[in-house]
């Protein structure tokens, strides 16, 4: 019964998701970010104060980084047999910088899992407020439309991680020289197959299932730390639309008064969970644009080093299209959090009517003003905040890194 509960609760968000698209009139009950952190709960995987109190759950937590760990180190040792062979070490650094990625970040929320859970429950209280608002300004298919569209990304994402994880663990059968999922060594020869067949065997489906899972729980990580900035951007929205329709639904000053004191105290509470968020996730933005920029750079490294054999440049081409793909994806929404946040000073301005309100009320609109004229971004210092701007910066470091290894090679 428990595993149904697990997996009924790791395809919740699908399940749901296809009965709203078949029924227009049905809306969800949560926020994207809910579903997501129900996939990662039903991992066992979900590291807050309270999950890790429930039975064998702080013993898995442990027990999945250890073993991690091991994957890594053992992937950090099996470079020494690919000393000579500039093509295999490549391949090699990128699916250690890929590890690398994933063991960081279970390492990350181990401390910061509270602090997640914390933000998530803020944007689940507010979530009725962005179906509908404090006005009678109806917001519910602006709502559908970003609920589907996450919907959508996900069964993408999924899809392609599906495809992604067979043709990684079934690697060994199709590729020459390549007895394990990841290149891996260990002592006494453990890794090999015809020394060890038995060791080999506990250690390709160790991978394999690593693998699977480490993956799986990246992409649930991800998933979560995109809908929560999407929902603070739909919030944006929905202030400005609230502002825009001010007047709407005021009898006199008094409700005029109460609604835009309302606004003023959404506005803050928005810049506040946005200020909490970019703390939470300091560390891993700062690691995420640090591991996409060095899986372009290594990408560009060796495929102008094998430009010859075009088996080998198509590898690598795709991994820098993954990563550039990843890092646009962050770009673009810290870019359409700061593009909508200077929205809300020009809805602010337009709510202004001189033969409406009371001098209180224009204070309240001034304020909105003020506070909005500094854009809400995406950043974790000392890093530039994320944007379509910085990003073409880093697009143009990476031609330039380019055009400098052909001049060098030829």
Known sequence: MEFHGNLRLFLLFFIEGWKIYRNPQLESGHTPVYYWRGKMKAM??????????????????????????????????ALTESVGDNVQIGRDLAFIIGVFYIIFKMYYFLWYGDALDEVINDLETYHPWTLKGPSKVNFRPRKRWYFMMGLIVASIWSIFLCIFVVLLITS??????????????????????????????????SQSFLVAYGITWLLCMEGLSVSIYAEITFAIEVLCLELRNLHQGC?????????????????????????????????????????????VSLSVLEAMEARRDPKVVAQFAVLMILALGHLSMWSFFGDMISRESLKIAGAAYEAYDPNKGSKEVYRDLCLIVRRAQKPLIMRASPFPSFNLINYTAILNQCYGILTFLLKTLD
């Open 251 to 295: 009898d006199g000053n008094e409700q005029l008064r109460m609604k835009t004191n309302q606004i003023v105290m959404i506005h803050q509470k928005i810049i506040e969970i946005l200020n909490r968020i970019n703390n939470v996730f300091h560390g891993t933005l700062i690691m995420q644009m640090s591991v996409n920029f060095s899986l």
């Open 44 to 77: 066992f995987f979900y590291t807050t104060t309270n999950e890790r109190q429930l039975p064998y759950r702080s013993i898995w937590h442990t027990s999945a980084i250890i073993q991690m760990t091991v994957l890594f180190v053992s992937m950090l040792y």
């Open 172 to 205: 060994p059968i199709w590729v020459q020289q390549q007895n394990l999922p990841f290149h891996a060594a260990f002592p006494f020869q453990w890794h090999n197959r015809s020394i060890h067949p038995i060791s080999h065997a506990v250690i390709y489906l």
